[in-house]
C-alpha cells in the first residue's frame, strides 16, 4: 500500500504491485524453470534450510498456484543475461516484459492483517545463535519436522547432519525481555514448544527433551489438557528456570540455569530450540503512518479492550498478530470479527460490487447418456507415487467396465490441473469421473464445481482415496499399496457407473436473529447483526442487561467498564433493529437454519418467534467454593469481591496491611479442569489498584505460572517493581487459609526458604476463575454439545471457532469458555459476521446427499423418526396411515435411518443400496473372493 | 455518494485470508493484497498446528 485517501466508506487505495515475470494463467506449475535455472538462491519458505532456484514457487499448494520469478537473484532480470527459463517453459508463460503495477483501489474500509515481525538476529546472537550451528529457532525447526521439509521431517543437527539425542527449548527468546525491548508475551510459544517437542518425539521417540519455562502459559481453550497429556504420553522434561546460560563444551551445548529453589544446575544437550516470539511487523510503522492510525509502544496496532478491532481512526479495522500476539483461533476469531465490524459500516454497499458466479445449464442429455468414465489417477507429488505404482493403476483402469478415458495427474487439485480436467471431460464427452487422489472430506468440493464448469451435475464424480488409504498406511508395502489402490478404483468406478444427478435445493432464510444471553458478548453480537441490517431478538434471563460486566470495576488498559456497559446498554435499547426480552428464556427451539422458530417463556407468558439463525452468548459465572475459609471468615474475597471493595477507593482499605491472592482456587485441576484464563491478570490489576490506594499495603500473590500473557505482561512487571511479592506455589503443596485468633494466616510453602511460611492477612483475595453456566438444559435444546468441562463446543478449534456443529448455531463469550472482555468482544462480533451469512445470502444450501423416504414401500413404523439424532425426520399422516418425511435442511446425511429401515424405502443420494452392492461385488470380483 | 461495496485486506496470512473469506461471504467485494508472492503467511510454514496438531496446511 503506497496511500490511503478518502473517509470511512468512500477509501482510494494506491496499492503497488510488483512483477512476478511468470503468466499466472499460462503457467502449469511443472517446475521446468526452476530445474533450468543456474541462480540457486536461499529457500525463505523453508526458512533459508534448503536452496531453490530464481524462478519457483513457495510451495507446492501455494495460492496464487503459479510460479514466480525472484526478481532481486534473477540473473536476467538484473544483468540481461541467462534467460534459459523463458527458453525452456513449454508453456511460454515466462514474460519479462511485465512491469510493476500500480492499482487504485476504492474500497469502504480497510482491515489490517499484516501479522508480526521477527526477532532481531542480534537478540537471538544472545543465546548463540549463529555462533553455535546447532542452536536453532523454533520455525526452522518446524521445517524439520515437517515431511515436506528440507531434511523430509528427520530432526538432524546442522554440525554434523545426524540425529540429536538430547534437545533443550529455551522459552522467551525476544519475549517478556526489557531488554530487546519486547516487554510483552508473544502468549503462543509456549505451546508451540510443546507442539513442536511432540511432533518431534513421535519422529524420533528416543529423543530426550527437556523444555525451559518461565512460566507455562498455556491458557488457551483445551490448551492445558493437550499440554498435560504430551508430558505424559511423550515423557517431555518440563523445567521451569529463567532462561538458561549456553556454552558449546567438545561440540555439544552446555545450558546452565538456577531453579525457584536456588540450586544451580547444568547439563550437555545436543540441539538447542529458540522459541522465538512474534513482534510488531516490520513494516508497521510505515502502514501506520501511510494509513493514519496509532501504534502502541511496542509497535503493534493500538487497540482498546472494548473494541479490540477498531484501530484509532475510523473506517481501518485490525485483526490478526498485528493487534497483539496470538495464536491460530483467536486470529481466525479477529478474522470473523473484523469482517463483521466492516459488514456493519458498509451495510448499504452489500452486495454491490460481488458478482454471482455462474455455471452453464446441465447437459442431461450426456448425463442420460451410457457411462462415458474418465479415471485419473494422482501422483500427489511423491506423496501417493512414492509409494504406489501410480501408471500400474492408472493402465488397470483402463480394463474397467465403462472406462473411456484414464490418465495421470501431478496434483489433481492444482488449477491447472483442474482446467486441464475440464477440457478433458468436454472434449471426451466424459459423463462420469473417478479421481483417485486423497480424501473426498477435502478435496471432493473443488472436483465438483469442475464437473459444474462443463455443465455436470456435481454429485457425478466418485474419489478413490489412494492416499490415506494406501501411500500413507501401507508406506512400507508399495506392491500391496499399488494392488490396494487397484481395488479402490474399481469399486469407485462400478459406483461411478451408477452415480445419477442430484438436485441442488435450498432454503429460504428467514432474516431474523435469536441471540441467547445478554450480558457484553450478547449484547455486542446482537448489536453487529442488527447493525448489519438485520433484526434481532436479544433474551436474557435476569431482569438487566450487562451480565459479569457489571461486576467488573476497572480495566487494566484504564477504560472504565461501567461506561462500557452503559454505552452497550443504551446502544441495544436505542437499536431500531433489537427487540430485548428481559426475565426471558428459551423454553424449545425447533426447525433448521435459516428456518428456526424458538418459544420463549417471558415471565407467565410465552410468545414464539421465527428466526434464521441463533448466537448463544449465554455467559459464565463466578466460581463458587466453601473452602479457603470462604464464607467463613469476611476476611476471604473472591477477587470480584475485592474488585468491588476496591472501587470504594482508599476507605476499602482502611487498616489493610496484608493483602494475600492466592491464584487457580478452583482452576486447573483443583475442581474445574481448566485455567480460567483472566484470574492472573485480574489478580495482578487488583494488585496494582491496592498500591495505588495503599502503597504500604503488603500484596501477596501465590501462583502456579503466572499467565499474563500478551501486553498484560507489562502490568506484572510493574507490580513487581512496586512491590507486590510473587511467590510460586505446587499444586501438590497448594497453601492453606487458617484461622488465628479473630483474624487469619495463610500458609505457603516457601520453595526458596524449603519450608512453610505463615503470611498474616487482612484480606485473602481468592482468584476462583470462571465456571461455565447452567448449559445442559440449551444444550440439550439446540442440540449444540458440551465440552467436557460444560462449556460450548465449536465445531473446529482453529478452522471453525464460533460455529457449533450445529448450522445456524453460533456462540461467543463465556459460554465457549473463560476469557477477559477483550476477547470476549472480538468473539462476539465473530459469532455475528458468521450469523450474518445466512442472512445477508437469504438461501442456504442443502446438501444434495440428503435422504429420500419413498413413501409407496413406507409402512410408517417411525423408527427412523426416533433414531434421527438431527430430528431431520418427521411422521406426516397422509391418509390413514403415517408416512416418514426428511426435513431436507435438517438432515446431516448421516444414514443411520436407511440403515435401520425395515422395508427399505429409505434410499441415500449417491449411496443407494444398488451402488453399495455393486462396490461390494466390484471389490469380491476380482481378489478377495477367488 | 453512498458507501462502497468493497473492501481491502492488508495482509494475507490466515487473518487476512479469513477477513476476506468472510466479506465475500457477506456479500462484498475484497482485494486482499500481499506482500509475497503467495497468500498463507506464516501458518503456512507451520507443520502442524496446537492443540490437536493437525496439518497446518
Known sequence: MEDLEGKPGQFTATVHQEPRYIDEDKCTSCGTCTMYCPKPVADFYNERLDVTRAPHIDYTQAIPASYYIDAKECLRVNFETCNLCAQTCTAKAIDFSQKPAKHKLDVGAVVMAPGFGRIDQEVLEKFGYGKYPNVVTSLEFERLTCASGPTEGHVVRFSDEKAPGKIAFLQCVGSRDESCGNGFCSSVCCMYAVKEASVAKEHEPDLDIALFFMDVRTQGKGFDDARKRAEEKYGLRVIRARVPRIAQVDGRLGLSWTTDDGESHSELFDMVVLSVGLCAPEDARDIAGLAGFELNHYGFCKTSSADPLATTRDGILVAGAFQGPKDVPESVTQASGAAAAASEMLADGRNTRTVTETFPDEDTELEAEEPRIGVFVCHCGVNIAGVVDVKAVRDYAATLPGVVLYENTLYSCSQDALTTLAEKIAKNRLNRVVIAACSPRTHEPLFQATLRSVGLNPALIEMANIRDQCSWVHSQEPEAATEKAKDLVRMAAAKAALLQPLEQPTVDVTPKALVIGGGAAGMTAALSIADQGYETVLVERSKELGGNLKRVRFLLDGADPGKVLKGLVKRVKKNPRIEVRLKASVESISGYVGNFTTTIAVGKKTELVNHGVVVIATGGQEYRLDSYLYGESKRVLTQLELEERLARGKTGLRNVRNVVMIQCVGSRGEDLNYCSRLCCTQAVKNALRIKELRPETDVYVLYRDMRTYGFAEDAYREARKQGVIFLRYDPERRPEVLKVGRGIKVRVFDRLLGEDIDIPANIVALSVGVAPGENDELSKIVKASLTSDGFFLEAHAKLRPVETAVDGVYLCGLAHGPKALDESVAQAKAAAGKAAVPLAKGKVPVAPLVSHVDKDKCIGCGICEKLCPFNAINMVKEGKRKKAETLTASCKCCGICASHCPVLAISMGGFTDEIIMAQIHAFGGDGCGQ | ?57
Open chain 2, 1 to 57: 455518494m453512498s458507501k462502497s461495496g468493497a473492501i481491502m485486506v492488508l495482509g494475507g496470512g490466515v487473518a487476512g485470508v479469513q477477513t476476506a473469506l468472510d466479506l465475500a461471504d457477506l456479500g462484498f467485494y475484497v482485494y486482499l493484497v500481499e506482500k509475497k508472492a503467495s497468500i498463507g503467511g506464516v501458518m503456512a510454514q507451520l507443520d502442524k498446528t496446537f492443540p490437536t496438531n493437525d496439518c497446518s496446511l
